[in-house]
C-alpha cells in the first residue's frame, strides 16, 4: 500500500523559510519522480515542484529561485525547502508520485505565511 507522511509545515512569517519533509512507503522509491503539490480551502490542488529519478528537478514559474526539491533515496524521502515566503504560500502542502502517475494522498501538512 502506498503511503505518503508530510510534516514539516507550521506558522511562518513572511519572507522566512520552512522546510517540508515527505516520507514515502509502498512505492520503488528510487524509480519514482516525486512532487510536491499545495491546495488553499476552497481551491484546486496544484503542482508545485518534481524531483525526477535522476535528481533533476522541475518547478512551478511562482517558485523558481525560492523553492527547492530534493530525495534522499536512502531514506525514502523528499524534502521542499522554502525560503523568502509570500503569502500565497499559504495550503497544505502534499507530496505524491509525479503526474500523471497519482496515488492515495496523504493528510498534507499546513503552511501558513502571515505578515
Known amino acids: 500500500q502506498v503511503q505518503f507522511v508530510e510534516s514539516g509545515g507550521g506558522l511562518v512569517e513572511a519572507g522566512g523559510t520552512q522546510k517540508l519533509s515527505c516520507v514515502a512507503t509502498?512505492?520503488?522509491?528510487?524509480?519514482?519522480?516525486i512532487a510536491w503539490y499545495r491546495q488553499i480551502p476552497g481551491g484546486e490542488r496544484e503542482w508545485v515542484a518534481t524531483?525526477?529519478?535522476?535528481?533533476?528537478?522541475i518547478y512551478r514559474d511562482s517558485v523558481k529561485g525560492r523553492f527547492t526539491i530534493s530525495r534522499d533515496n536512502a531514506k525514502n524521502v523528499v524534502s521542499l525547502q522554502m525560503k523568502n515566503l509570500k503569502l500565497d504560500a499559504t495550503a497544505v502542502y502534499s507530496c505524491n508520485l509525479a503526474a500523471p502517475k497519482f496515488a492515495s494522498w496523504g493528510q498534507g501538512t499546513q503552511v501558513t505565511v502571515a505578515s
Open positions: 509502498g512505492i520503488s522509491f528510487a524509480s519514482e519522480a
Open positions: 524531483v525526477g529519478t535522476t535528481a533533476d528537478t
